[in-house]
């Protein structure tokens, strides 16, 4: 008896073993090792609550194990195929990690996938400088060889690295080495030429040695070629999506037929290395050093999670991932190409949620979208887009004030600034009568005003009362602002030798200035404010503002004494606050209007400001003519001086900051390394 239940437990540890060494290895997190962020509306990262959790680790496929690993590619059907490099062959697996079959015999390092929906394996291999074609019997079918056609170009590169094929036949593939853009060939193997390139940029200094170094010196530059995309993917529709390293933003694309980019330049990671599309068309990518990105189609992350591996092998962190890939059940699947092995990771029931919501919204079906949205809001009160779609929901139903207060909670100033059209227009015509009403009393009352001023002694005493004031000094300086836009040549002589104006009038002018300055920038209306609610700096406002006034002023004095000018300091002072006139009678109403205008009246706003600033430069021009007794050439070349000052002064400051700040982090280094020996 004690036998046989000794056998019974050496049989049941047998059948253990061998399921866990002929299966792969599921790891469940009882809590993410990551943290997960979000970007909320005013381009901040914020944590949120977990999209994704890591679920299962396959890192043994029955026998066979991954090296270096470097493509990964899921069909509809089912199927997992993975590009198993460094043992030059291509793995296919079930979605569980189970080995169905192996493609080998014909690769040096195959590094790219793409199945079509007949299950041909499409291969690229750019050590063997080919992509090959197998059908679902995995025989080889087709071979894609380098392009004799002229399109190719001479000396480019042909080393296919990635690629995606459309319902057509047709491929897209990318090759190491070529940065023309991706190629494109027919079913029939013909060459289509290159679509899709990144542009080029070049900064001012590349553009001054490239008019002043010789021929030689430029041949020993580096050439000015556009970076390569890493990797591309297609989506439902046969639209192509490329990944490019090296910039946050501009580094993903999605192209259409003509080869257009359909996307703006929102934030990426500068180390992505894979994307994916998922199937409401939201975009996956994966980056070098292992967080997951999930944004929307309309570019708003969603997710970022995940991270490097400190060498704790924790289920959810990469070593170094090279591809990322969903299913149809929205799971995601990431290959790590050091550690052999592919992580999945579950949808949690809010990402569910969020995505629900976010298909419902993406078509178009706002209402349906609202009661989704509002169950993510209880989970997470802050996400943003939650507040969006519900933004848009309201504004279907016609429930504009509720629809306008979401739409302010979720950042969308198209919802918001829709919304506030409705309630403005709703307004008007409840209104309108006691408007005009009201308008036409006041403009009766001025008339009769005006008509009894000179006959009752309360109205004249009244009247002699304001000319008394309008007398004193001060308020006789202030009011000179008047006059300059008029006849700025005779008002700037009357601040230079006539003395219409003092130092107190001209420090006036410039705190007004400031206040103005601040009540803009912080109270504005919504859709024109460019601060976030509840964020002040007013200290930082007070350096920038009278800092560049003062500088401004000390720089073109330094010039202008230099250059024969005949204006004092106290000249230029009290001269630049007058030139402040345009600005200190316009922006009120500017500020006045950002309450009331849309994005519809926002060429109102853009052409007052066009007003404003155009007339502080030409009043600035006079000043400087004026005041130094320059004639305009003079003028013109003491302002461009002045600039080229101010900015080597700043380039000076911040040189000077960095020193000082390298020289006090020594000090402290110094410090605390002489009191931790001490001790």
Known sequence: MKYRKNLRLWLTGIIAFLALALHPVAVRAAEAPYTTLTIDKYGMFRKTQDGYTPHTVYDKFGEEQLKNPSDLFLTEQGKMYIADTGNQRVLVCDLNGNLLSIIEGDFKGPTGLYVDQKDNVYVADPKLQKI????????????????????????????????????????????????????????????????????????????????????????????????????????????????????????????????KNMLGSFYNDAMIMDIAVGKIENIYTVTKDGYIYEYTRDENLLFLFGG?????????????????????????YVLDSEQGNITVFLETEYARTVHEALNLFQEGYYLESHKPWEEVLKKNSLFDYAHRGI??????????????????????????????????????????????????LLYMAYRVFRLLKKKLPIIQGFTQSIGRIKEIKLIKQINYIRYVPKNPADAFYGIKFEGKVSILSASLMYLMFFILYVIEKYYSGFLFKGVMDD???????????FGFFLLSMICNNLICSIHDGEGSFQNVYCSYAYCLAPYL?????????????????????????????????????????????????????????????????????LILFALIKQVMDFIVSIVKEGYYRGR
């Open 585 to 653: 009678f316009l922006k009120p109403a500017v500020i006045l209007l950002s309450h009331v205008l849309t994005f519809n009246e926002s060429f109102i706003l853009t052409f007052l400001n066009v007003i404003i600033y155009a007339g502080m430069a030409v009043l600035i021009v006079v000043m400087i003519k004026e005041i130094q007794a320059y004639n305009f050439k003079q003028t013109f070349k003491s302002i461009l001086l002045t600039i080229f000052t101010m900015l080597i002064v700043v380039a000076a400051g």
């Open 308 to 332: 490097r591996d400190d060498g704790k092998k924790r289920i959810g962190l990469f070593t170094s991932p090279s591809a990322i890939d969903t299913d149809q059940q929205g799971r995601l």
């Open 132 to 259: 090959l074609v197998y059908d679902k019997d995995h025989n080889l079918i087709k071979s894609y060889e380098q392009p004799n056609s002229p399109l190719f170009g001479t000396g480019s590169r042909y080393a296919p690295s990635k690629l995606v094929v459309n319902e057509a036949g047709g491929i897209y593939a990318l090759s190491e080495g070529n940065a023309n853009g991706i190629l494109s060939f027919s079913a029939e193997g013909d060459f289509y030429g290159y679509f899709g390139a990144n542009h080029t940029s070049i900064n001012l200094l590349q553009i001054l040695m490239r008019n002043v170094f010789t021929e030689e010196m430029l041949k020993a530059l580096q050439a000015n070629v556009p970076t390569a995309a890493l990797n591309l993917d297609m989506d439902q529709y046969g639209l192509i999506y490329t990944v490019t390293q090296g910039n946050e933003y501009g580094g993903i694309k999605k192209f259409n037929m003509a080869a």
């Open 391 to 440: 933004g848009k929901a309201y504004y279907r139903m016609e429930e504009y004030r509720q629809a306008l207060q979401a739409a302010k909670l979720g950042g969308d100033y198209e919802g918001y600034s829709d919304a506030f059209w409705e309630l403005r227009n709703d307004w008007v015509r409840k209104n309108v009568k006691t408007v005009g009403l009201i308008i036409l």
């Open 535 to 545: 964020y002040y700096e007013i200290g930082t406002d007070l350096v920038l503002v």
